[in-house]
């Protein structure tokens, strides 16, 4: 598949009518990040995560838009779809996609996220997601290692146990583990 993210024409100002916008047109709000990491930082976890939700919505649905709908996005190969998504996040400023297979396990990667709170990243990379392949996707916030959160991709009944891990206090390497068939 051959990109179609145009970092050029991520985003426009049209400074005689005072907006900025997307490639598709949405009105879009340019802001500091420290206005939204103050946000998170007074906002409850709901909020954080709707938040984060509404952001990789919008996200998700121009990457669908660029592929034909949530039925290109999913018959797209994996690096190709990240590729879109990738970009997406990078013009929103909000920092690196990556992506890491464990076995079956997808573990998406935020490096340099501009907000570094894990209930706004996991709604934005769940939403993203969920928003561009129509599928009932969720992440959950595993880790933070190098630098990068690493969440989880994974469906509704998987998310809610591995959030049930992840509150007990289980490492990430034996969340893997228990994901893959090992230790209850």
Same mark, same amino acid.
């Given at each position: 598949?051959?990109?179609?993210? *145009?970092?050029?024409?991520?985003?426009?100002?049209?400074?005689?009518?005072?907006?900025?916008?997307?490639s598709?047109?949405?009105?879009?709000?340019?802001?500091?990040?420290?206005?939204?990491?103050?946000?998170?930082?007074?906002?409850?976890?709901?909020? #954080?995560?709707? $938040?984060g939700?509404? $952001?990789?919505?919008?996200l +998700?649905? %121009?990457?669908?838009? #660029?592929?034909?709908?949530?039925?290109?996005?999913?018959?797209?190969?994996?690096?190709?779809?990240?590729?879109?998504l990738?970009?997406?996040?990078?013009?929103?400023g909000?920092?690196?996609?990556?992506?890491?297979?464990?076995g #079956?396990? $997808?573990?998406?990667?935020? +490096?340099?996220?501009?907000?570094?709170? *894990?209930?706004?990243?996991?709604?934005?990379?769940?939403?993203?997601?969920?928003?561009?392949?129509?599928?009932?996707?969720?992440?959950?916030?595993?880790?933070?290692?190098? +630098?990068?959160?690493? $969440?989880?991709?994974?469906? %509704?009944?998987?998310?809610?146990?591995?959030?049930?891990?992840?509150?007990? +206090?289980?490492?990430?390497?034996?969340?893997?583990e228990?994901?893959?068939?090992?230790?209850?």
């Amino acid at each position: 598949m051959v990109s179609t993210f *145009d970092p050029a024409r991520a985003v426009r100002l049209d400074f005689p009518r005072g907006a900025a916008l997307a490639s598709d047109d949405e009105r879009l709000v340019l802001l500091p990040a420290a206005a939204l990491i103050e946000l998170t930082l007074e906002a409850p976890a709901e909020l #954080r995560v709707t $938040l984060g939700k509404a $952001l990789g919505a919008s996200l +998700g649905a %121009r990457v669908a838009k #660029r592929l034909g709908g949530s039925d290109g996005a999913t018959k797209a190969t994996l690096e190709g779809f990240l590729n879109e998504l990738a970009g997406e996040v990078a013009a929103a400023g909000l920092g690196t996609l990556g992506l890491e297979r464990w076995g #079956r396990a $997808l573990v998406v990667t935020v +490096g340099n996220p501009a907000v570094e709170d *894990d209930a706004f990243l996991a709604g934005l990379v769940g939403a993203a997601l969920a928003t561009a392949t129509g599928k009932d996707t969720h992440a959950v916030h595993l880790a933070n290692a190098d +630098g990068q959160a690493k $969440l989880l991709v994974a469906s %509704r009944g998987t998310a809610e146990r591995v959030r049930g891990f992840v509150a007990d +206090g289980v490492s990430f390497g034996a969340i893997l583990e228990k994901l893959h068939g090992g230790a209850a």
